[in-house]
T-cell receptor, first 114, second 109 residues
Framework: DVKVTQSSRYLVKRTGEKVFLECVQDMDHENMFWYRQDPGLGLRLIYFSYDVKMKEKGDIPEGYSVSREKKERFSLILESASTNQTSMYLC?????????????FGPGTRLLVL | RKEVEQDPGPFNVPEGATVAFNCTYSNSASQSFFWYRQDCRKEPKLLMSVYSSGNEDGRFTAQLNRASQYISLLIRDSKLSDSATYLCVVPNTGNQFYFGTGTSLTVIP
């Protein structure tokens, strides 16, 4: 079974803090993704990575950055947290960009920015 | 127009009922489609994949209508454990997946 883990299930931070969310997958997947999920808006893609040190912006990259130094690890960074970044953050991985290959999700991190 | 649209529901059905959800998508070039299930405060998990006209797995049937650009999910003989939010997912080019906002299902005893 694919296993995707995230560093924290719940996180409370203050406005202006730098926040690191870490994601690790154990299946040697090429592609990794960061989403946020908000009520009524569904999942929205923040960034994705298709290889080590490679990254692509998703639909809502503003206020976020990412790092992929190792294949199994993909980090999301909130440079200066703001209250509108309070959300559920989901990491996912995928074997490769091929028809039929689905994404596997980590358990999510619920972030509250005060 | 949104890439993927779903009726948010909620759908409240009695045990044993048959319920169907529809999902429309805008990218006519999409080749594969997925239904995910998401329980409250949990991550989405793959329920079914759809590549050609449809797919069946036990009580669950997913159908694809390319001409009208919609996919459907049919659940027969609903169980209490089927209560969840069902997400329609359509991959796009460039490794991006588009998620619907989900359809909420509650199965009532």
């Amino acid at each position: 079974d694919v296993k995707v883990t995230q560093s924290s299930r719940y996180l409370v931070k203050r406005t202006g803090e730098k926040v690191f969310l870490e994601c690790v997958q154990d299946m040697d997947h090429e592609n990794m993704f960061w989403y946020r999920q908000d009520p009524g808006l569904g999942l929205r893609l923040i960034y994705f990575s298709y290889d080590v040190k490679m990254k692509e912006k998703g639909d809502i990259p503003e206020g976020y950055s990412v790092s992929r130094e190792k294949k199994e690890r993909f980090s999301l960074i909130l440079e200066s947290a703001s209250t509108n970044q309070t959300s559920m953050y989901l990491c996912a991985s995928r074997q490769e960009d091929r028809v039929g290959e689905t994404q596997y999700f980590g358990p999510g991190t619920r972030l509250l920015v005060l | 127009r949104k890439e993927v649209e779903q009726d948010p529901g909620p759908f409240n059905v009695p045990e044993g009922a048959t319920v169907a959800f529809n999902c429309t998508y805008s990218n006519s070039a999409s080749q594969s489609f997925f239904w995910y299930r998401q329980d409250c405060r949990k991550e989405p998990k793959l329920l079914m994949s759809v590549y050609s006209s449809g797919n069946e797995d036990g009580r669950f049937t997913a159908q694809l209508n390319r001409a009208s650009q919609y996919i459907s999910l049919l659940i027969r003989d609903s169980k209490l454990s089927d209560s969840a939010t069902y997400l329609c997912v359509v991959p796009n080019t460039g490794n991006q997946f588009y998620f619907g906002t989900g359809t909420s299902l509650t199965v009532i005893p």
